[in-house]
């Protein structure tokens, strides 16, 4: 996966979901972040990882390079008001 500002998915620093949480901006509950996880997995190239063995949400870590598309996330739900159509937007924006 590319690398952004530094991080790479072999980064040794990892994040709960609270502290991934409170890495954006405005931060999330640990909740919140489960949701933009989930979203993320269905549809953005490299978050696969998350992708639990029965199909679920995994507990895989998160790591550095996650946040900067988890605040994209967290922007289009703000944008849109709605999880439900931030979901739409985006897996019209990352049609595999």
Do not use: C, W
Not at 59 to 74: C, F, G, W, Y
Not at 78 to 83: H, I
């Amino acid at each position: 996966m590319k690398s952004i500002n530094g991080d790479s998915i072999d980064s040794p620093i990892v994040y709960t979901r609270a502290e991934a949480g409170r890495e954006l901006s405005p931060p999330v509950s640990a909740r919140q972040v489960q949701e933009y996880l989930n979203i993320a997995r269905l549809f953005i190239p490299g978050f696969d990882v998350f992708n639990g063995l029965e199909g679920g949400l995994s507990n895989a870590p998160i790591k550095p390079i996650h946040i900067p598309t988890l605040q994209k996330i967290r922007e289009y739900v703000r944008e849109t008001k709605s999880l439900v159509k931030a979901r739409i937007r985006i897996s019209k924006e990352y049609k595999r």
